[in-house]
């Protein structure tokens, strides 16, 4: 048997990964702030073994506590083999440097950075006490490789969480212990985080115009066509590129 954990379970992309992997027949346990009924349906529909944890991501003290206990499951033997996927993140604050408010930028460096550092850390522990391989999936995004007015914060987190995935990848492959690293770019979806980048304004984030026209001309792909992807890049097995970023655009 396998095991995913999904990070931001409750909504958009995560949600959406989160039901077709059960569909598949893979085992879950999703990670959100709140809960989603249709996961626990589906899960019920298909007798698929579907647990949750409430976590707070932007309190790194509950992500310690509740991801000690996540590892303990995940590598106890009953699983052959384990997915972590970092898929939750905030894009806001969307501002320029000098108007952040302090905590708001705590809040999402924790988030978006130091949450899925440490999710990695503790289970990469684990998985080499056990020999259980692992698989490590960081969400990331093309502003990663940019910058963007507004974005400071998002892109400078983002380009921080390739760097560790790929440095991460390094030392697994010399340490031969079979685990991997990679990271994924979902492109640019319909979710709660495309209203909060509509929402600003053109002094906070330039671009928000180009970002509104995308929604009204439908070219915001769906988070279950992302998901889809996602799942097929999870199942390319000992073909999987450790430290590679893959992306929704190779499957266009």
Not at 66 to 87: H, I, M, S
Not at 144 to 150: C, H, I, T
Not at 154 to 160: C, I, M, N, R
């Amino acid at each position: 048997m396998e095991l995913a954990i999904v990070t931001g379970a409750s909504r958009g992309l995560g949600a959406a990964l989160t039901k077709r992997l059960l569909l598949q027949g893979m085992n879950v346990i999703g990670i959100s702030r709140k809960d989603n009924k249709e996961l626990w349906e589906t899960a019920e529909q298909y007798q698929e073994h579907y647990h949750y944890y409430t976590c707070d991501l932007a309190n790194i003290q509950d992500v310690e506590k509740v991801f000690k206990q996540v590892a303990d499951k995940a590598f106890d033997g009953t699983f052959e083999k384990v997915f972590l996927v970092n898929n939750a993140g905030v894009v806001s604050p969307i501002d320029t440097a000098g108007n952040y408010d302090v905590s708001a930028l705590t809040n999402h460096i924790q988030v978006n950075q130091l949450a899925p550092m440490t999710t990695t850390s503790l289970l990469i522990a684990e998985a080499e006490k056990s020999s259980i391989p692992l698989v490590v999936v960081n969400v990331t995004s093309g502003a990663a490789n940019r910058s963007v007015y507004g974005w400071s914060a998002y892109s400078s987190t983002k380009a921080a969480i390739n760097r560790f995935t790929q440095t991460v990848a390094l030392e697994q492959n010399a340490k031969e212990t079979g685990n991997k690293a990679v990271l994924y770019d979902p492109g640019k979806m319909d979710t709660d985080m495309q209203g909060a980048i509509r929402s600003s304004s053109e002094e906070q984030f330039q671009d928000v115009e180009q970002f509104k026209q995308l929604k009204q001309e439908n070219q915001l792909r769906g988070a279950e066509i992302v998901a889809d992807h996602l799942v097929s890049v999870l199942n390319l097995g000992v073909r999987l590129e450790s430290g590679k970023i893959y992306s929704i655009k190779d499957a266009e």
